[in-house]
Antibody, heavy 121, light 113 residues
Framework: EVELLESGGGLVQPGGSLRLSCAAS????????MSWVRQAPGKGLEWVSS????????NYADSVKGRFTISRDNSKNTLYLQMNGLRAEDRAVYYC??????????????WGQGTLVAVSS | DIVMTQSPDSLSLSLGERATISCKSS????????????LAWYQQKPGQPPKLLFY???TRESGVPDRFSGSGSRTDFTLTISSLQAEDVAVYYC?????????FGQGTKVEIK
């Protein structure tokens, strides 16, 4: 069974940093692209960033470009999101999502439970 | 960016009724070379992450009840629940993966009357 477990969320001051992690199991992690998708409280879904299976190809939403960095460690079956320069508008539940392909933009066939990031002074 | 617009924003129906959710894209998300529409549907129950229901507009994900169906092409798509059950209470989202950045509709909340 595919499982994705996020961690690392919490309360941070504006301008601060957090690193989210997503531990994956139940599939060949390196064979699939992975993404982060966020959901502000009471709002809809927003794709944030994606990374190819081998880690060579990255994409970012304009809203986070230059502030967030996605990475993965295929030896540990773990996806990361380093978030710097956090703003109030980054407050959201961050979901780790498995892509249906190795590289490229596709649909998300499995989602983690999410981790909440709150930005406040 | 491709804008995805769902209607209605919310839907309140009795058990057993038919639910129809529309999703329109601001440009075609249909690829002629592979004859596919790059559209997915997700269901998000309260307090849970989204769950994939359909991809390629009408391909049902494994385990999704057959009372759910997806259809459409080019810019107009529909998610139908043929007979609404209590467990179908959720917010439903469409998502295009035709071009970057991938974008979602604003969601349609389905409730029981």
């Amino acid at each position: 069974e595919v499982e994705l477990l996020e961690s690392g969320g919490g309360l941070v001051q504006p301008g601060g940093s957090l690193r989210l992690s997503c531990a994956a199991s139940g599939f060949t992690f390196s064979s699939f692209a992975m993404s982060w998708v966020r959901q502000a409280p009471g709002k809809g879904l927003e794709w944030v960033s994606s990374l190819s299976g081998n880690g060579d190809s990255t994409n970012y939403a304009d809203s986070v470009k230059g502030r967030f960095t996605i990475s993965r460690d295929n030896s540990k079956n773990t996806l990361y999101l380093q978030m710097n320069g956090l703003r109030a508008e980054d407050r959201a539940v961050y979901y780790c999502a498995k892509e249906a392909v190795t590289i490229g933009d596709h649909y998300f066939d499995c989602w983690g439970q999410g981790t909440l990031v709150a930005v406040s002074s | 960016d491709i804008v995805m617009t769902q209607s209605p924003d919310s839907l309140s129906l009795s058990l057993g009724e038919r639910a129809t959710i529309s999703c329109k894209s601001s440009q075609s998300i249909f690829s002629r070379p592979n004859n596919r529409a790059y559209l997915a549907w997700y269901q998000q129950k309260p307090g849970q992450p989204p769950k994939l229901l359909f991809y390629w507009a009408s391909t049902r994900e494994s385990g999704v009840p057959d009372r759910f169906s997806g259809s459409g092409s080019r810019t107009d798509f529909t998610l139908t629940i043929s007979s609404l059950q209590a467990e179908d209470v959720a917010v439903y989202y469409c998502q295009q993966y035709y071009s970057a950045p991938r974008t979602f509709g604003q969601g349609t909340k389905v409730e029981i009357k």
